[in-house]
């Protein structure tokens, strides 16, 4: 169904108009973020292009040596560990191990807290060497104290107008000792960077290896949550869907049965392959469906005006109208 796109005032009613032209196809999305750009940026390299090529996310290093930015992989190494790899199977964990950036720790280091509520109860020791270009203290530190661990980015990140980025620690890959907390920035405006912060479980050391991922990064669309309602129905209430799940029911108590009589095709690794195929259990296919997932590699352009560059403003002193 085309979506008709009007005229959006407010920030929320923008990031929902973003949503919306999405849906609606990549080429009014473009268009609509080209203007958005213009009338928020001001740079005039936005206004002599009529569409922008993809939405962009611009990292600025602070210092020479940043973390390494990436994209994530759908590779874990516990998921590896699965007889014959089984747990890529499960196709919404796999999409979202690959949903986002990730920055990697530059070299070892230890976490070691004696369990102490101040800063100087936490205390962080590199392995081997450590990059000349950043300083251990510049990269990693107890700044709140309470076994909080406090990484910086080594980034001042920028998104398009209405857009977040949240940023976690990685997904899909737990750890031992120690926590990532999880934020929505507003880096569509932000003129410095982020922290990322984990919590330490309990007294003892934890280590980061070299090109550990001790950050992740995804653009979210700002303000569009609180457009959204939440309904609740009775599965009857919708006969094709409560029929399209009976299909499935028994689909699926059948291939149980299979499995747990020891069936040789069961055994031998089949399963059942109907959200990986994307399709519904009497062979109906999806026409919108995701089985593979690759994000662009960041690009260096050091040295070449940046996108969402703004233009300076005019001081009232050098102004001489204001004379």
């Not at 919708?238 to 028994?250: I, M, Q, S």
């Amino acid at each position: 169904m085309p979506i008709a796109v009007r005229e959006f005032e407010t920030a929320s009613a923008r990031g929902f108009a973003i949503l919306s032209l999405q849906y609606a196809g990549i080429g009014r999305y473009r268009e609509f973020m080209t203007d958005e750009l213009t009338a928020h940026c001001g740079n005039p390299d936005i206004k002599r292009s009529k569409r922008m090529n993809a939405p962009r996310l611009e990292a600025f290093k602070i210092f020479s040596e940043a973390p390494v930015l990436t994209p994530s992989t759908t590779d874990r190494v516990w998921m590896d560990r699965y007889p014959k790899r089984q747990a890529y199977r499960c196709l919404p964990m796999t999409i979202a191990n690959a949903h986002c950036w990730e920055l990697l720790v530059p070299a070892a280091f230890d976490i070691i807290w004696n369990g102490g509520a101040q800063a100087s109860d936490l205390t962080i020791k590199p392995v081997e060497g450590w990059p000349a270009g950043l300083p251990l203290n510049l990269f990693v530190d107890s700044h709140f104290g309470r076994g909080i661990v406090t990484f910086h980015t080594g980034y001042i990140f920028r998104t398009p107008a209405g857009w977040n980025l949240l940023a976690t620690g990685p997904v899909n890959e737990p750890r031992v000792g120690i926590y990532p907390y999880t934020g929505i920035v507003e880096t569509d405006w932000l003129p410095y960077p982020f922290t990322m912060n984990w919590q330490m479980l309990d007294t003892g050391t934890v280590r980061f290896e070299q090109e550990e991922v001790f950050c992740t990064i995804l653009p979210i669309p700002k303000s569009y949550l609180e457009s959204w309602e939440v309904a609740i129905h009775n599965l009857a209430d919708d006969p094709v869907l409560a029929a399209e799940h009976a299909t499935f029911r028994k689909s699926r108590e059948s291939y149980v049965a299979q499995f747990k009589a020891d069936d040789p095709e069961v055994e031998g690794g089949r399963w059942q392959r109907h959200y990986f195929l994307g399709q519904h259990p009497d062979g109906t296919r999806v026409e919108d469906h995701t089985n593979k997932l690759r994000l662009a590699e960041p690009q260096d352009r050091s040295g070449t005006r940046p996108l969402y560059a703004r233009q300076a403003a005019v001081s009232s002193n050098n102004d001489p109208h204001r004379r």
